[in-house]
């Protein structure tokens, strides 16, 4: 296989997925039909923004899950990551560091952890599987140790970020969301580094052989993940004000994968667009909405997304299978 085929991915050359996003697409907006016509609440700007708001986090996590599937990878500790770095900026800031420099140290935690992951997956040979959802458990425990299982205050700290505006209408928390979705798929569809992901997803022998740097490129892939999810911990703490427990954690890595597996991108990578994972964000964000504008028992929120999940899984699958 040369490195022309290599990366002839989906993704790479023609607008990658179309038909793909657009049954999703047509999905999502059934779904808001539907909540619409049985709530007045939902199309109010204010209901709008709040859902933003409450994807704005997953969005961020799933930009970088997306990238690292693409490349035959998985994190399962992202949430985790979040969940102990949120915590690790609050103890800061009542530590008496300053603000920007805890945010500073969350992103540099996170990466860290991403690359430890990186390395236990690329030089230790450990399935992605075990190693990261092993660091997701250590880190469960971590994040309840770093805040003593108590609710930490940041006063006012982080106001700008948590609950500032840009033209004094969209959130800050959105506007950072879209710029990591955006610059995420510029990274995947128009860079070397992203045509290198495609290839080592489709098949990670011929890559090497292609001398395409496999490692490097998985190392890097990893810490992006753990940064970003860093930042998304950060996201967390400055909207709540608080650090609390239970805070991210897995059921927020679930949605994560959840939305991008929604989203069309490949379980065993060579596949995946960042257009198809923030439509499945927006997707679980409005079954999210929809659900408690509608009144439903709360319980039928995971039974909803996991049956989301479960039939874009199947699809997945049959239509990696018919390629």
């Known amino acids: 296989m040369t490195t022309t085929a290599l990366r002839a991915r989906p993704g790479v050359g023609l607008p990658p997925g179309v038909s793909r996003h657009v049954g999703l697409l047509a999905v999502l907006l059934a779904l808001s039909a539907v909540t619409a016509l ?15 708001q409450q994807i704005a986090v997953v969005a961020v996590l799933a930009a970088g899950l997306t990238l690292l599937m693409t490349a035959g990878g998985i994190d399962f500790s992202l949430g985790a990551i979040a969940a102990v770095t949120h915590g690790v ?4 800031i009542v530590a008496g560091v300053g603000q920007w420099t805890a945010v500073a140290l969350a992103l540099a935690l996170g990466a860290a952890i991403g690359l430890v992951n990186g390395l236990a997956v690329t030089l230790l040979k450990v399935v992605p599987f075990v190693a990261t ?16 299982g108590k609710s ?13 505006e840009l033209a004094g209408t969209v959130p800050a928390l959105v506007v950072v969301a879209v710029a990591v979705c955006v610059a995420a798929g510029l990274v995947l569809r128009w860079t070397a580094f992203g045509r290198n992901a495609f290839a080592i997803g489709g098949n990670e022998n011929a890559a090497r052989l292609a001398g395409i740097p496999v490692v490097r490129t998985k190392l890097l892939l990893y810490t992006l993940g753990g940064l970003l999810a860093g930042l998304g911990g950060v996201m967390l703490v400055a909207r709540l004000g608080a650090a ?25 990578g060579g596949s995946g667009t960042l257009v198809g994972t923030v439509l499945g964000v927006l ?26 999940l479960l039939v874009a899984a199947i699809t997945n699958h049959l239509r990696g299978s018919t390629h």
Do not use: R, W
Not at 133 to 148: E, H, K, M, N, R
């Open 152 to 164: 930490i205050s940041i006063g006012d700290n982080l106001m700008a970020l948590g609950f500032g």
């Open 133 to 148: 959802l092993a660091t997701s458990t250590i880190l469960g425990g971590v994040a309840l140790l770093v805040i003593d």
């Open 283 to 308: 997707l679980l964000g409005v079954v999210t909405n929809a659900l408690n504008l509608l009144q439903i028992n709360a319980h039928f929120q995971d039974v909803a997304v996991g049956s989301v």
């Open 38 to 52: 049985n709530s007045d609440v939902f199309l109010t700007g204010a209901n709008l923004i709040n859902v933003s």
């Open 89 to 92: 900026t609050a103890q800061l």
């Open 244 to 268: 609390s427990p239970g805070t991210g954690g897995l059921h927020l890595e679930l949605t994560v994968v959840a939305a991008v597996v929604i989203g069309g991108t490949a379980l065993h």
